[in-house]
């Protein structure tokens, strides 16, 4: 399972971002998430799912403006779940607290953390979101404003009638804002993430069990 746990950037001086957000991710991620994204506690959100790419496009659209620190964890979860996300607890979330308190300390506010015998990919994992989200920071508004609408499902003629351009001119945007290598590269993140959950969610109870059971044969042996 992941979970993330994003807290909203200087909330004491900004106006609440909590609200908007929460109504955006419902409706946008709503059928990939396993219990619906509350607010926890005053400025902070929560948000649990259990589909890897749904976790990396949540992660990038949070760290999109620089709004929010945004600490992803990775782990089991405790059930059977709670009706509400603020009464659930396990591995995931433990791990989702310790990565958003480390995400406020560095740059860009992204951090991944998940429980043993996971840790080891979760910091190949976060190496490979920090870098995209690094690259993301560099893209302009010009590039946006493609990324925007191609995402919602406009083609090159369709985008350049909506921002008065030639064809040729959002060809150019996307290539320097790198649209192409940024949404190629999102499956493949999907994949690492789902290898850090399986990793995390391993039955180590059993596979203990299991080396038991094999050293025994082999000291009979």
């Known amino acids: ?27 946008e991620h709503g059928p990939r998430l396993v219990l619906p994204p509350e607010r926890n506690a005053g400025d902070e959100i929560q948000i649990l799912t259990d589909d890897a790419m749904t976790a990396v496009h949540l992660v990038l659209e949070l760290t999109r403006d620089d709004d929010w620190s945004v600490g992803l964890g990775c782990g089991r979860v ?19 607290r310790t990565a958003v308190d480390r995400a406020k300390r560095v740059r860009p506010r992204f951090a991944m953390v998940a429980a043993d015998p996971a840790a080891d990919d979760a910091a190949d994992a976060e190496a490979l979101l920090v870098l995209a989200i690094l690259l993301r920071e560099r893209r302009t508004e010009q590039g946006w ?10 083609n090159q003629a369709d985008i350049a009638n909506q921002l008065g351009v030639s064809a040729p001119a959002v060809s150019s ?24 959950d399986a990793a995390a969610t391993r039955d180590v109870t059993r ?8 050293g025994s ?5």
Do not use: C, W
């Open 1 to 27: 399972m992941f979970v993330i746990t994003a807290d909203q950037v200087d909330s004491r001086h900004r106006p609440d971002l909590a609200a908007a957000q929460l109504d955006r991710i419902s409706a």
């Open 207 to 214: 596979d203990a069990s299991r080396d038991g059971q094999r």
């Open 145 to 154: 404003q493609v990324y925007d609408r191609m995402m919602a499902g406009a």
């Open 78 to 96: 405790r059930t059977p779940l709670p009706h509400d996300i603020r009464e659930a607890s396990g591995e995931a979330f433990f791990s989702a």
């Open 217 to 221: 044969t082999e000291g009979a042996a």
């Open 173 to 196: 945007r996307a290539k320097h804002a790198n649209i192409r290598a940024e949404l190629d590269a999102l499956p493949a993140l999907a994949r690492v993430l789902g290898r850090v």
